[in-house]
C-alpha cells in the first residue's frame, strides 16, 4: 500500500484553490469561541407532538461527543438514545437540534447549570433525528489580525466563490489529529479484524471514523487530480451526476447535453466515497476513478469487510455557497456564509486566509 498520496491529500494548504490567484491574509481564527459561530439549518422543525422531544441547545467551548454524553447523562437514558444531525466545533458557540425520548420532559430541569450547555426550546416530534437530517449551517466567523483595508479586496474573492464555488475537500479534523484517524484506518483496511490500535482498543465510534479517514483521503485524492488534469468543470462519458436539488444520482450517457445542465446549475459532478454500495462511475470517468485506487494500492472490494461502518456514496465536487459576506470588525473582519450539510468552513476559509503555519 502507498500511502504517501493519502498524506499529502490531507494537508489542505497543498489542496487546490478555486482562486489560487487572489490575495490572502494572516489572521487568527478562534481566539475566543465566540469568534466561530455555527447554527445549524435543520431539515424540518419540530412538529410540536410525538414521542421525542426536540431540543434546540447552544454549547460554548463543548466538544458534539462531550455534549451528546453529557446531555444523557443528565436525563439518565443511554448516549445513543440522543439523536442529532452532527456533531459541531469544540473551540465554537454553536446551536443545533438534538432529539431525546419524550419521557425525558420531566427532567428537562436537570440541564440547567450544565456547564457551557443551554436548552433553548423544547418540542415534540414524531421521529427521533438522524444523522444527516439537515440542511445546512450558517457560520458567522471573526478573524483577528486583519487590517479593515482588506475588506474590498476580500469581498471581491468573496463573490467569485459565490459564482463559481469552490473545491468541495474534507477538512483536516476528519484525520485525527496527527492524522491518528487516517493510520488507525488504513491499518485495519490491510487487517479487517484489527480492533486493537498501539496497544489499546478501539472503541465503536472510533472504528468508524477510522475508516471514514480513509474514504476522505481517497475523495480528497481524487478531486485534486481532477482539478489539477483541468476536469473540475468538465463532465466525462460514465460521469456519476447528482441532480439538483433532488439528489437523483445517473451516469453521463450524453456529455455535452449534460455539460450545458451543469453550466446552468441543474446537476453536479460528483466524486467517489468507496464502498460496497457506491455508485460507480463508469467509461472514461471511471478510468479516471480508479487511477487513485491504483496509485494507492487500495482496491474497491477492501471496504466489502467494513460494509456495516461505511456503505459508500458519491459526494459533490464543488460546492457553490450561499452568498458570503465580509464586514469590518472592531478586532479584524467577519465572514458569513451558509454551506450544505458536510461541507467545511475551514476549506472555504483557505480562500481567504494564509495557512496557519502551525498546522
Known sequence: MNVDPLFDATLLDRLPRACPEAPRFPGRLKEQPEDFEVEEIPAY??????????????????AGGDLIHRLAAALGVPPGDLGHAGTKDRRAVTRQWISAPARCEDRLGRLEGLPGIQVIRAERHPHKIRTGH????????????????????????????????????FGTQRFGRDRDTL??????????????????????????????????????RFLAHRIEAGLAARVLPGDVLQKVPSGGLFHCREPEVDQERLEAGEVRLTGPVWGHKMMEAEDEAGDLERQVLLETGIEARDFRAFARLGE????????????????????????????????????????????????
Open 183 to 220: 493510520r488507525i484506518g488504513l491499518a485495519r483496511l490491510l487487517d479487517p479484524r484489527q480492533e486493537d490500535f498501539q496497544g489499546r482498543r478501539l472503541g465503536a465510534l472510533e472504528r468508524r471514523m477510522s475508516l471514514s479517514a480513509v474514504q476522505s483521503a481517497l475523495f480528497n
Open 312 to 359: 459508500g456514496t458519491r459526494r459533490p465536487l464543488w460546492i457553490r455557497p450561499e452568498a458570503i459576506r465580509v464586514e469590518a470588525d472592531p478586532e479584524g473582519v467577519v465572514l458569513t456564509f451558509d454551506l450544505p450539510s458536510g461541507c467545511y468552513a475551514t476549506v472555504l476559509l483557505r480562500e481567504f486566509l494564509e495557512p496557519d503555519p502551525g498546522e
Open 134 to 169: 439537515l440542511r445546512g449551517n450558517r457560520f458567522r466567523i471573526r478573524v483577528r489580525g486583519i487590517d479593515a483595508s482588506a475588506v474590498p479586496v476580500m469581498q471581491h474573492t468573496a463573490d467569485a466563490v459565490t459564482r463559481a464555488g469552490f473545491p468541495n475537500f
Open 45 to 62: 422543525l419540530p412538529e410540536g407532538r410525538g414521542d421525542h422531544l426536540f431540543l434546540w441547545v447552544q454549547k460554548r467551548d463543548v
